[in-house]
């Protein structure tokens, strides 16, 4: 389960242009000179759709987060709350909350689409500064 919560906030990319941070220091990055102070946007996009580290980047894959054995593995690509020390202050939060939320629904329901399964869209829509998943229509049957 934990595979699946992780590849679904790393595939929406919830907020690919993240919130400013500043240097601390002088940093010297490829050919340029960020002087301490200078605000910075860090862009995740790019991090949590790099090939090198998810294969099947622009695709859904909970097997990113797989070991060859089946075990979740960690991934120091994976940053979908923001980068650095100033990192959202709820992630713990929010990630169990995601966990409980959909352990529950997949505990108690068994989930079919209204139409057919292959028209369904993952992709998530551009819109401003985020990512929006596409809206669908699902039926929650009880178990």
């Known amino acids: 389960m934990g595979a699946v919560v992780h590849e679904v ?12 941070h500043a240097v601390n220091r002088d940093i010297h990055f490829q050919q340029y000179i960020h002087p301490k102070g200078t605000t ?9 759709h790099d090939k090198k580290e998810f294969p099947k980047a622009d695709q859904f894959d909970p097997q990113h987060f797989l070991d060859k ?12 709350f923001s980068a ?3 990192s959202c202050a709820g992630e713990g939060l929010a990630k169990m909350e995601v966990f409980l939320f959909l352990t529950t629904i997949l505990q108690n329901f068994t989930l079919k689409p209204v139409g057919d399964p292959n028209e369904i869209r993952i992709k ?14 699902l039926c ?4």
């Open 84 to 86: 650095g020390k100033r």
């Open 140 to 143: 929650f049957l009880p178990h």
């Open 69 to 80: 054995n089946g075990k979740f593995k960690k991934s120091d690509h994976f940053m979908p």
């Open 9 to 20: 906030q790393r595939f929406i990319d919830l907020v690919p242009l993240n919130i400013p």
């Open 40 to 48: 910075i946007f860090p862009l995740l996009t790019p991090v949590l």
């Open 124 to 137: 998530p829509n551009y819109v401003g500064f985020s990512n929006v998943p596409p809206h669908y229509q």
